[in-house]
């Protein structure tokens, strides 16, 4: 990145630096009591569906990329929230960079694009700037080297032409680049992304993968939440299969088995023999809200 970033933090607890990125120890999230049409008291398990999630723990260390997959349901977007702060562990306990992530202000989280109020009256370089909030500083005006930062993270995913565009103006790929130059103009070290290929073109798609693939030399940590486990294998270091609980956590082969691959979707996916190879087929339902 350019020579405006300072990795020293103005703003935001210093990082330990013999700690990683993420790390989460047996982290629970119960439903409110009565929720989902179940008891939500702890120990009172009713086979553990009263959970968004169940005892999860696991650690990423700085500049890793991981793709989490996992059915409709299986707790993907408690888990960003949960690393992100705005979501409270009901047990457990959430790390990042050996502190509570209240503490940061390096965790860039993108949201589902039906979460956003594309509607907003505000500008692509508005939304930019955002991200320069907690380096500013709460009720300061930005100064000219954040409007600098601004324009060079949107020329970064090559989206400078845009700027002064109203968000919703845009089309899904040209969104989901916005917010990510964002994340870069926030001098995030640890980036959330649900669901961020969803709906995307091919073009859309590979130019978001592109620049992924260019924030491993900074050592930006990458969290994905996808539904394609091919885009899961094929371009991250690691897979992470969630069903409220951590089914499977490490390389591509090892996760992605049909044993593993059962034991999270269930009666989701059936395995079909076809010249001696399985193939997994998914029959998840349309209508299913993401999680």
């Known amino acids: 990145m350019s020579a405006w970033v300072n990795k020293i933090k103005a703003r935001g607890v210093p990082h330990v630096d013999s700690a990683p990125t993420l790390e989460l120890s047996d982290v629970t999230v119960a439903y409110p009591a009565g929720s989902n049409g179940l008891a939500s008291r702890i120990g009172q398990n009713v086979n553990g569906s009263h959970y968004a999630l169940d005892e999860i723990s696991f650690r990423i260390d700085a500049g890793r990329q991981v793709a989490i997959v996992g059915p409709n349901g299986a707790g ?72 600098l930062a601004v324009r060079e993270c949107l020329d970064r995913v090559r989206a400078g032409h845009l700027a002064k565009k109203q968000i ?91 044993a593993n691959l059962l034991n999270a979707f269930g009666g989701m996916m059936h395995v079909v023999d076809v010249e001696d190879e399985s193939l997994i087929i998914a029959d998840g339902c349309c209508d299913e809200p993401l999680d």
């Open 168 to 258: 919703g103006e845009l089309s899904g790929g040209q969104q989901q680049r916005v917010f990510i130059a964002r994340a870069l103009a926030q001098e995030a070290d640890l980036l959330l992304m649900d669901e961020p290929f969803s709906g995307l073109d091919v073009p859309s798609h590979d130019a978001i993968l592109d620049i992924l693939k260019s924030l491993r030399s900074e050592d930006v940590t990458v969290m994905v939440a996808t539904h394609d486990l091919n885009l899961a294998a094929d371009n991250f270091d690691l897979v992470m299969l969630l069903n409220r609980r951590l089914i499977a956590y490490g390389q591509a082969s090892q996760v992605l088995t049909s």
């Open 76 to 147: 993907k977007s408690t888990l960003f929230k949960v690393v992100v702060g705005t979501v409270k562990p009901t047990r457990g306990t959430v790390n990042v960079y050996g502190h509570d992530p209240d503490c940061h202000i390096c965790i860039a989280y993108v949201p589902q694009r039906s979460q956003i109020d594309w509607s907003f009256p505000v500008s692509v370089e508005d939304v930019v700037m955002m991200g320069r909030v907690g380096q500013i500083g709460l009720f300061r005006w930005p100064r000219g080297h954040d409007w």
